[in-house]
């Protein structure tokens, strides 16, 4: 269940939220500002002599509705009224935000097929700030509850919470959309259920024996109520403000950004100002990360960095990584370091030459760079799926990327017919760079025994912590593992872990 911020009693940002954490917490990018985040009012009566005439409003409904009804009601003549004069101020910056998020909402529900005009769910949900948490424990721009994150993919613990990451929480609100969509048949319903959980909706229109929002209208809760109403005056606001006098001013957009992938522990403070990066500006581009450190277990963590300081990262990764990273006191290679690879702002993958740095029997540190010839080479990737509620072929292989008919060949199946918990092999080919000479040893072990180094027999196992609301597959998901291999590793026999339980992931 998702809760918007308008249905709850008092709206947080990330940082006052009532949970312990470490002195490295990260505080919200944005902090809450009360005169943006109107605390609406339950369903209130219009006055007798609105100052915006129905009839008006209802011809503009008329010409905006598309896919989703844009009913008029005296709930939304009132929000239109609570929009437009009482937070106008709310209303100019939804305006000046829209090119921040506006793109990726419309790409991400056209991907999906859904009514572009859910991008404006979000601005009730969140007011449009990846970070806020409700008092509900709902959190991001969708508002995802814990659990139903988790559902949805969403990882989350103490280092990392997915539900603030805006393009994985969009894709999770398209996912949940198209559930709901699925369940009722009617985006009405579908929204009320995003609200408030379809077992609530279903109530009422048992109670009611009512079939769409405005039959059920009376048994709903009445923050329910509301919820259809405020995303109709939205809508409206969005496309007409500007006949109210309301306009933008100060136009928000999105930083041009590189990529670069994080293994293991990293100093993300000292990385910035190393890096010569606003600690800000990584914030507002990584907004998932609640602390200012990554810890030893991460692996292949996307971390966005402002074009404009790129340049000078690659120049001087050495000493960046010496400054951020963290090594073993014993023999072995650094725990942490920026990878070989990096993505580009126009999504090209380019070699990026890495120091690795090591520790001798003296406890000398020892660099090595490497900075030779660079290849491409294929690796397959075998993964599994659990078939959820509401899942077909066709939008599983269009999660993964693959075919249809790849899926059925993998997994045996002679009918297209699958059923809820059912396992499904999928098998992925990735595009590996890696630095010549290391490509050319992998080649030569296949015909001669490879010689063992003081580095490979002080190899340590790796291990997972379980954290509260994770699953075998979660875990499974988050390391590319299958669950058969990650319970074997461990010793499982039914699927049952516990929180503070260690898993070795590997060996």
């Known amino acids: 269940m998702c809760v918007g911020i308008w249905n709850t009693p008092v709206m947080a940002s990330f940082s006052q939220v009532k949970l312990e954490f470490e002195p490295d917490t990260l505080e919200a990018a944005t902090q809450a500002d009360e005169s943006l985040m109107p605390y609406l009012p339950e369903v209130e009566e219009i006055n007798e002599n609105p100052a915006i005439p129905a009839e008006l409003l209802k011809q503009r409904f008329a010409k905006l509705e ?80 814990p659990a139903t994150g988790r559902e949805f993919g969403l ?209 000398e540190e020892q660099v090595e760079e490497e900075t030779g010839e660079v290849v491409e080479r294929k690796r397959t990737k075998k993964t599994s799926h659990t078939v959820r509620r509401g899942e077909n072929l066709l939008s599983i292989s269009r999660k993964y990327r693959v075919s249809v008919a790849d899926l059925k060949r993998w997994n045996h199946l002679r009918r297209s017919t699958i059923n809820r918990g059912q396992r499904l092999v999928i098998i992925r080919e990735t595009r590996e760079t890696v630095p010549a000479a290391t490509q050319l040893a992998v080649v030569s072990q296949k015909n001669e025994k490879p010689e063992v180094s003081n580095r490979d027999r002080h190899t340590k196992k790796r291990y997972h912590t379980v954290q509260k609301g994770d699953t075998l597959w979660i875990i499974s998901q988050r390391y590319g593992l299958e669950i058969g291999q990650l319970k074997k590793k461990n010793k499982i026999r039914g699927n049952a872990i516990k929180p503070g339980q260690k898993l070795i992931i590997s060996t």
């Open 155 to 363: 990882y989350q613990d103490s280092y990392i919470d997915e539900r603030f990451e805006p393009v994985k929480a969009t894709e999770a609100a398209c996912l949940y959309l198209k559930q709901l969509y699925r369940i009722f048949g009617d985006w009405e319903l579908a929204l009320a259920s995003y609200n408030t959980g379809p077992g609530n909706v279903k109530r009422a229109m048992r109670r009611s024996r009512g079939t769409t929002f405005w039959t059920i209208y009376n048994v709903l809760p009445r923050e329910t109520r509301s919820y259809v109403p405020q995303y109709v005056a939205m809508n409206y606001m969005m496309n007409y403000g500007a006949d109210h006098g309301i306009f933008p001013e100060n136009m928000e957009y999105q930083i041009p950004n590189d990529t670069v992938h994080v293994n293991g522990y990293i100093d993300l403070a000292a990385f910035c100002e190393q890096s010569q990066i606003s600690f800000e500006e990584l914030k507002k581009l990584n907004p998932q990360l609640t602390k200012t450190t990554l810890p030893d277990r991460t692996r292949d963590f996307v971390l966005k960095v402002p074009s404009m300081q790129y340049t000078y990262l690659v120049s001087n990764r050495s000493q960046i990584m010496d400054s951020c990273t963290r090594r073993y006191t014993q023999a072995g290679v650094l725990i942490a370091r920026i990878d070989s690879t990096y993505t580009d702002s126009l999504g090209n993958t380019v070699a990026f030459p890495y120091a690795t740095v090591a520790v001798n029997n003296e406890g």
């Open 66 to 145: 598309k896919s989703i009804p844009l009913t008029y009601h005296k709930s939304s003549h009132e929000f239109v009224e609570y929009f437009t004069y009482k937070k106008a101020k709310f209303t100019k910056t939804m305006m000046e935000k829209m090119p921040l998020y506006f793109p990726l909402f419309e790409k991400t529900l056209q991907k999906h097929g859904l009514p572009a005009e859910l991008k404006y769910l979000s601005m009730i949900e969140s007011g449009l700030n990846p970070t806020v948490i409700s008092h509900a424990s709902a959190g991001g721009l969708w508002q995802f509850m």
